[in-house]
């Protein structure tokens, strides 16, 4: 049994004085296609999920966490944080992603984590419920519940969207957030804290992908809703909205393909955000800091304006 460890990587760490504009290199990446769900394994360039700068300082030391998406890009950041911070994680993503699962799985136990698989697909209804009870049995406990699971397709305007795409993507971005919430709150006690991605697009909507934006600000009103609910039961409900992040997602029809390229560099920062980036924000909003940060959405978009 390897020694647990938080304390790794204390180089050139998420602490570390940095230039923001060129903490990470402005990428172009070149023009790719993956079937859906993409592969951080076959993403050209790497995305950074921190694997070797996010340093642990036991914010989240004893949390039991349940991820949705966890598997690559943001999700893959906030799983690699989580457990450097102390949590024990149990990740969920569909079954075709099992390769990106298994490298983060390797990755995390050779550090003495603990990380528990869960595949299934978020638009079952009774896998919804089940992913949760899985969770739970398998941590004894649940606390910490990240709602990251997410898709995106480009459509060509309003007309070009299909019913079978407009559906599939409230079934698995917003939806699935209600289910398994509300499942979760079975588990969650008092202390706990849900935190979902929404994203810049909830306030400054692209045409092409007006379905997707809708069910990001949807997150945001859910997450506000739901705050209100559960404060007074001592369980906080927030969310991230990130800005243009380099991840599978863009290159599995997230975006026009002439557009990966220039992804990113519209912003004052004038790069794409790596995963690595996003997550200290979930780390914040999961961990007992901030305990007085209740419906708050974070923007972490590179400083494109966000209401
Ligand atoms: P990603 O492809 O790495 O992660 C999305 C994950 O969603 C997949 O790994 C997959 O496991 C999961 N997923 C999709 N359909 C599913 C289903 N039916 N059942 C179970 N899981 C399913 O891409 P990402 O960019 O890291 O996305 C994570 C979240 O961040 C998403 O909610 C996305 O909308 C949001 N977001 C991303 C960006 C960005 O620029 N990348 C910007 C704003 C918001
Ligand atoms: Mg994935």
Same mark, same amino acid.
């Given at each position: 049994?390897?020694q647990?460890?938080?304390?790794?990587?204390?180089?050139?760490?998420?602490?570390?004085?940095?230039?923001p #504009?060129?903490r990470?290199?402005?990428?172009? +990446?070149p023009?790719?296609?993956?079937?859906?769900?993409?592969?951080d394994?076959?993403? #050209? +360039?790497k995305a950074?999920?921190?694997?070797?700068?996010? !340093?642990?300082?036991?914010?989240l030391?004893?949390?039991? %966490?349940?991820?949705?998406?966890?598997?690559s890009?943001i999700?893959?950041?906030?799983?690699? %944080?989580? %457990? !450097?911070?102390?949590?024990?994680?149990?990740?969920?993503?569909?079954?075709?992603?099992?390769?990106?699962?298994?490298?983060?799985? *390797?990755?995390?136990e050779n550090?003495?984590?603990?990380?528990?698989l869960?595949p299934g697909d978020?638009?079952?209804?009774e896998?919804?419920?089940?992913?949760?009870?899985?969770?739970?049995?398998?941590?004894?406990?649940?606390?910490?519940?990240?709602?990251?699971?997410?898709?995106? #397709?480009?459509?060509?305007?309003?007309?070009?969207?299909?019913?079978?795409?407009?559906?599939?993507?409230?079934?698995?971005n917003?939806l699935?957030?209600?289910?398994?919430? !509300?499942?979760?709150l079975n588990?969650?006690?008092a202390?706990?804290?849900?935190v979902?991605?929404?994203s810049?697009?909830a306030?400054?909507p692209?045409?092409?992908?007006?379905?997707?934006?809708?069910?990001?600000? %949807?997150?945001? *009103?859910?997450? $506000?809703?739901?705050?209100?609910?559960?404060?007074? $039961?001592?369980? !906080?409900?927030?969310?991230?909205a990130?800005g243009?992040?380099?991840t599978?997602?863009?290159? /599995?029809?997230?975006?026009? $393909?002439?557009?990966? +390229?220039?992804?990113? $560099?519209?912003?004052?920062?004038?790069?794409?955000?790596?995963?690595?980036?996003?997550?200290?924000?979930y780390?914040?909003?999961?961990?007992?800091? /901030?305990?007085?940060?209740?419906?708050?959405?974070l923007? #972490?978009?590179?400083?494109?304006?966000? +209401?």
């Open positions: 049994m390897t647990k460890n938080t304390q790794n990587h204390v180089g050139v760490d998420q602490l570390t004085f940095q230039n #504009v060129n990470f290199p402005s990428i172009e +990446p023009q790719q296609h993956q079937p859906e769900p993409g592969l394994e076959q993403l #050209v +360039p950074d999920r921190g694997e070797t700068s996010y !340093r642990g300082t036991g914010r030391e004893g949390r039991k %966490a349940l991820i949705t998406g966890a598997d890009g999700g893959a950041a906030v799983t690699i %944080a989580f %457990a !450097r911070e102390g949590a024990e994680v149990a990740l969920n993503y569909l079954p075709a992603e099992e390769k990106d699962a298994q490298y983060l799985k *390797n990755l995390l550090e003495g984590h603990t990380v528990h869960l978020l638009t079952d209804r896998f919804c419920r089940s992913v949760v009870d899985q969770a739970h049995e398998a941590m004894d406990g649940l606390d910490t519940l990240v709602n990251n699971a997410g898709k995106q #397709v480009v459509t060509d305007g309003l007309q070009g969207l299909s019913d079978e795409e407009l559906e599939a993507t409230f079934d698995v917003i699935a957030i209600f289910r398994v919430t !509300r499942h979760a588990y969650l006690p202390g706990s804290s849900i979902n991605s929404t810049i697009q306030y400054d692209s045409p092409h992908i007006m379905h997707y934006a809708s069910t990001k600000a %949807a997150i945001n *009103n859910f997450s $506000k809703g739901l705050s209100q609910e559960l404060a007074p $039961k001592g369980i !906080r409900v927030n969310a991230v990130p243009p992040i380099w599978p997602l863009q290159v /599995s029809d997230g975006q026009p $393909k002439d557009a990966l +390229p220039q992804f990113g $560099k519209n912003t004052p920062l004038g790069r794409a955000g790596q995963p690595t980036e996003l997550a200290p924000a780390v914040f909003l999961a961990s007992s800091e /901030s305990s007085y940060v209740i419906g708050e959405t923007n #972490v978009t590179g400083g494109q304006v966000s +209401p």
